[in-house]
T-cell receptor
Framework: GQNIDQPTEMTATEGAIVQINCTYQ??????LFWYQQHAGEAPTFLSY??LDGLEEKGRFSSFLSRSKGYSYLLLKELQMKDSASYLC??????????WGAGTKLIIKP | GAVVSQHPSRVICKSGTSVKIECRSL??????MFWYRQFPKKSLMLMAT?????????EQGVEKDKFLINHASLTLSTLTVTSAHPEDSSFYIC?????????????????FGPGTRLLVL
């Protein structure tokens, strides 16, 4: 079956760095998304990786290894507003999205 | 974990026809489901909130007469795109909200469906 795994919850300190991992097993692969979702709001697009490697976008970076079925989202210089759920989703061979359950990130002062 | 399905996964229709998309929570009940539309830059736009047994709440700018939502049971919400036009072509995603114990110990979790790709010719 298809499966996306990511930690349920993580805690980090303001100003620090945190890495949220995502592993996947899907029927084919056409890309991997990371979304940020604050409570009660729609998910906000963060990144889309289709090729191996690291893509940096400001304080956020996303890494993909297709051979390992693995991605991570790296958040630097954490701010309190980064407290949110982070969703990993893979686009399979039929261009459907397989979603992880999300990682709730708690930022402490 | 909780599973949300959508049917159909993809549909092609002629301009002017109506298309119904189903969103089902397979192993849990959801009093609230959300409908999103994914745009080419991959952002998700919330279209409406579907509440079981009551009228849906639409976001500003979303025509309720064009995007009909029915949440007839605790496991099914439907989105009907009426008189579809080519500009309605998009990727529609639903999610089901779970509260309490099922939500992995958290207060609230949304479980997302795989999406329905609509192409209007």
């Amino acid at each position: 079956g298809q499966n996306i795994d990511q930690p349920t919850e993580m805690t980090a300190t303001e100003g620090a760095i945190v890495q949220i991992n995502c592993t996947y097993q899907t029927s084919g692969f056409n890309g991997l998304f990371w979304y940020q979702q604050h409570a009660g709001e729609a998910p906000t697009f963060l990144s889309y990786n289709v090729l191996d490697g690291l893509e940096e976008k400001g304080r956020f970076s996303s890494f993909l290894s297709r051979s390992k079925g693995y991605s991570y989202l790296l958040l630097k210089e954490l701010q309190m507003k980064d407290s949110a759920s982070y969703l990993c989703a893979v686009e399979d061979s039929n261009y459907q999205l397989i979603w992880g359950a999300g990682t709730k990130l708690i930022i402490k002062p | 974990g909780a599973v949300v399905s959508q049917h159909p996964s993809r549909v092609i229709c002629k301009s002017g026809t109506s298309v119904k998309i189903e969103c089902r929570s397979l192993d849990f009940q959801a009093t609230t489901m959300f409908w999103y539309r994914q745009f080419p830059k991959k952002s998700l736009m919330l279209m409406a909130t579907s509440n079981e047994g009551s009228k849906a709440t639409y976001e500003q700018g979303v025509e309720k007469d064009k995007f009909l939502i029915n949440h007839a049971s605790l496991t099914l919400s439907t989105l009907t795109v009426t008189s579809a036009h080519p500009e309605d072509s998009s990727f529609y995603i639903c999610s089901a909200r779970v509260l309490g114990v099922l939500a992995g110990g958290r207060e609230e979790t949304q479980y997302f469906g795989p999406g329905t790709r609509l192409l209007v010719l």
